[in-house]
């Protein structure tokens, strides 16, 4: 089933499963109501609930897939608590799906066939800091602010930024990125070691306990297996992180430029001039004037770059220098810095807040958001003929993305009872993906497939790969109990 049709097929609501006309999952329903008991000897009364309110908030994310309530929702509090409710489902055969806070962006909580939701956020120390070693262990429950504002006084810093505050064990198990992965990497590339809770309860450290090497070459990389791979293979109870140094100076920037190609060509060029940028990240004009009406600001309406740079104050001068160069002969004009926090702040605010900027052009609309990635030389083509579908077929869909690494975002805004603006969307979206594929890129920079992605993922990987991880799968989840539907 192609993307788009996949998110309308889950656009109906659904009633709670205790009631007659909802769900007919019976059987499932009787095991989950004869382990409730089980589940509260682990957890406690408070540990566990069947509300439906409760339920419905761990059923959704941040997409346009509509809400999937699990049967019940248990919050652990330890990793032993989350092993004992795990063996607990795998003796009944009841579906696992692991939850963070709820910030994704491809349906990727919702509860498809039942079950339980593992909502870690009680989980939530941050352990073992070795600020010399520039390392440190987090619970599922700590979020990336959070984090850093643990570290706030060692001057140390964890910059993987997708703009959410979401749980670090979540942007593991998505493989998240964001505007700062073009300077530090994405999750895959500063996760060290990751505990994980199997299907059957089992407790397994990806790289041996306690591990935590800069690098190393010792055997198959299974930490990198279970980053991205979305709650469908193991429950991330811990995650060894590599940090950074905080800065010595950060000067952010807005540019505008007189077309697309100009804004894009600037990209490639500054990044080829071997400029080391912490942030440049892409907004068309549609998006611009939406970000301006929902913050009140005044940028000139056209295709604008946000940039940032981190380092000495010499090493500065020097990128803020060539960077001017590239994009004055680009056409680049208004350029407008911040130096003080505050002033940084706001400019990026205006960034991390587009989503629901966007979601504001259309009041009561759906927002869905493409997360196509290319690689770099291509960037300029796609953006540039992806610009004129959007126009030619009349849909709302501003243009965002960490163009630094290829990757970038239409946040397209339509009404879900349109058919007719459906179908255009869908064929839109259908055409957006193969064009990424046909220029050697990815369905997915970051988001992950979710629900919607999985025929993408077969065209992108081909079908021996897509055996090759059926067969992991089962190996570590033979009664296909974690996250079911997502991803494979």
């Not at 910059?159 to 300077?183: E, F, I, Y």
Request: glycine share 10%; proline share 5%.
């Amino acid at each position: 089933m192609t993307l788009f049709r996949l998110v309308l097929r889950f656009a109906s609501p659904r009633l709670p499963f205790i009631c007659g006309g909802c769900r007919t999952y019976s059987a499932q329903t009787g095991a989950v109501e004869r382990v409730i008991s089980s589940f509260r000897s682990v957890s406690g009364d408070e540990g566990v609930s069947v509300g439906l309110a409760v339920r419905e908030q761990h059923g959704r994310d941040e997409s346009v897939h509509s809400c999937r309530p699990p049967d019940v929702v248990v919050f652990p509090r330890s990793v032993e608590e989350v092993s004992a409710l795990a063996k607990i489902c795998h003796h009944h055969q009841l579906p696992i799906i692991p939850f963070g806070t709820g910030t994704g962006l491809e349906g990727g909580v919702g509860a498809l066939k039942g079950g339980v939701c593992f909502s870690l956020r009680k989980m939530e120390q941050v352990l073992d800091l070795h600020e010399e070693d520039f390392d440190v262990t987090v619970e599922p429950g700590v979020t990336r602010k959070s984090l850093n504002s643990y570290l706030r006084d060692t001057g140390l810093w964890f910059p993987v930024d997708p703009g959410a505050d979401a749980s670090l064990c979540g942007m593991a198990a998505t493989s998240a990125s964001g505007t700062n992965a073009v300077r530090y990497g994405t999750m895959r590339e500063n996760v060290l070691n990751l505990e994980v809770v199997l299907a059957d309860g089992t407790i397994l450290h990806t790289a041996g306990k306690g591990r935590r090497p800069r690098k190393t070459s010792a055997g198959y990389n299974l930490t990198n297996l279970f980053v991205g791979s979305e709650g469908t293979l193991g429950i991330i109870t811990k995650a060894t992180l590599r940090l950074y140094g905080i800065p010595e100076s950060m000067v952010s920037a807005v540019c505008s430029f007189p077309s697309v190609q100009s804004a894009v060509d600037s990209t490639v060029q500054i990044l080829q001039a071997g400029v080391p940028i912490a942030r440049i990240e892409f907004l068309d004009d549609v998006m611009i004037n939406a970000c301006n009406r929902f913050n009140n600001l005044s940028y000139a309406v056209t295709p604008t770059l946000f940039l940032e740079f981190h380092g000495s104050s010499k090493s500065m001068e020097e990128q803020v220098s060539i960077t001017e160069e590239i994009t004055r002969d680009n056409g680049g004009s208004d350029f407008a810095w911040a130096e003080d926090e505050e002033t940084r702040s706001r400019l990026w605010k205006a960034r991390h807040d587009a989503w629901y900027a966007a979601l504001a052009l259309r009041p009561g609309c759906k927002a869905y958001s493409t997360d196509v990635c290319v690689p770099i030389s291509r960037l300029p083509q796609i953006i540039v003929e992806t610009k004129e579908d959007l126009i030619r077929n009349n849909i709302t869909g501003p243009i965002a993305g960490h163009v630094g690494d290829g990757n970038f975002h239409c946040l397209i805004v339509l009404d879900p009872n349109d058919p007719d603006e459906v179908q255009r969307v869908h064929s839109f979206t259908e055409r957006l993906a193969r064009r990424a594929l046909a220029m050697d890129g990815t369905c997915t920079g970051e988001h992950g497939i979710g629900l919607g992605k999985r025929d993408l993922l077969k065209e992108e990987v081909g079908p021996l790969a897509i055996e090759v991880m059926q067969g992991l799968k089962a190996t570590l989840d033979p009664k296909k109990l974690m996250n079911p539907g997502k991803v494979l």
